[in-house]
């Protein structure tokens, strides 16, 4: 830019301060109609690599000026965008799509156009992930009168799916977020972060979580039932935007009281059937069967008089499922019992009734 291009331009210009061999600051004059004069800016690279190559301005009181300087940290190249309100210039943050927290992360910037105070636009390039190859990708970075926003960046869409739907309380339950770029290209984000969301509000307990290969998980336990509004925001990273997936409405069940079913045609004696017990752990299934001796003429209800002996009528109750725990015995026959004799009646009653086995 030169002086006569004062109508397009304000009255800026920007250039690199060779300080010593291997060093430099930024450098911005400024024309007030006669002479140019130096005006303070900032250079953030304490190496001494910092460097402008772009002005553009909407006014007197609104000028950008871009370019790249060496990060203090890890010593990579990071975009550096400098902003003029009519008193000073001051450094703003600025789109840094390279690989993130690597020293040989390469951000450059190279033009700028302000066309407004919310509509800017800046260009440059960027080396991407797989710059072990050489790879470099176009930067372009938008000003919406807030903040400075890659332009470039490639779409993602994250989704989130569930373990169990719906869960049982006290039991866990893991979501998954996936995050694919859009469309489709051969690497998938590796970095960057998930946060989790329940009805809106941040799941603390797995928030955020760093993404790897694609994906990132979360573990919940619900104490109480009740439905569930799931969603998983990723933050972007490096060349690949930040999204948010859709909801999945996760439900959370109380269990369920277990229940006995019961055979349908009546079991007759000396037979067996199979019954099934059922909880919210799953389905057992067993086998009962029923048995008792056989009777002789003279007999009552399966008790045979015998010689000095008395027979007694005892009701005989129908055959029923019975559970592992809650098993009853068959009609016993014999004499009173006497005093010492319980014991030795309870045995033989044992001997003669149904029994259970798991299958």
């Known amino acids: 830019m030169t002086p006569t291009d004062q109508s397009v331009e304000p009255q800026f210009r920007a250039l690199q301060l060779l300080l010593q061999p291997g060093a430099s600051d930024t450098l911005i004059l400024h024309w007030n109609g006669s002479a140019w004069s130096q005006v303070a800016s900032p250079s953030p690279s304490s190496f001494g690599y910092n460097f402008l ?5 909407v006014s007197g009181g609104d000028a950008w000026a871009v370019g790249y ?24 943050d600025s789109p840094n799509p390279s690989c993130p927290d690597y020293y040989w992360s390469n951000n450059n910037l190279f033009g700028v156009s302000a066309v407004s105070g919310s509509e800017a636009w800046v260009v440059g390039y960027y080396g991407d992930c797989s710059f072990a190859t050489g790879k470099a990708a176009t930067l372009v970075a938008h000003w919406n ?6 332009a470039s960046v490639i779409p993602t869409f994250t989704s989130v799916s569930s373990s169990s739907n719906p869960v049982i309380t006290g039991s866990p339950v893991t979501y998954t977020a996936t995050v694919t770029p859009t469309p489709t290209v051969t690497l998938t984000p590796n970095g960057g972060t998930v946060v989790f969301y329940d009805n809106g509000s941040v799941i603390s307990s797995c928030s955020p979580k760093a993404l790897d290969s694609g994906s990132a998980t979360c573990s919940v336990t619900y104490a109480v039932a009740g439905s569930h509004a799931i969603t998983a925001a990723y933050s972007g990273y490096a060349d690949y935007g ?22 349908t045609a009546p079991v007759q004696l000396a037979s067996s059937t199979v019954v099934s017990w059922s909880g919210s752990s799953g389905v057992a299934k067993y086998e009962v069967r029923y048995q008792r001796r056989p009777t002789t003429a003279g007999s009552v209800r399966g008790c045979t008089r015998r010689a000095g002996r008395r027979c007694r009528r005892r009701r005989r109750r129908s055959p029923r499922p019975v559970s592992s725990r809650a098993m009853t015995t068959a009609t016993r026959c014999g004499p009173r019992t006497k005093p010492g004799t319980a014991r030795r009646g309870r045995r033989a009653g044992a001997r003669r009734g149904r029994w259970m086995t798991e299958l």
């Open 145 to 150: 009168g807030t903040a400075w926003a890659n």
């Open 53 to 57: 190559y772009g002005v553009s301005a």
């Open 242 to 263: 930040g999204s948010t997936s859709p909801s999945l409405i996760e439900t959370a069940k109380a269990p369920s009281a277990p229940t006995m079913r019961s055979p």
């Open 69 to 92: 300087y060496k990060d203090n940290t890890v010593g990579s190249y990071d975009t550096l965008i400098l902003h003029w309100n009519g008193g000073a210039w001051t450094q703003v």
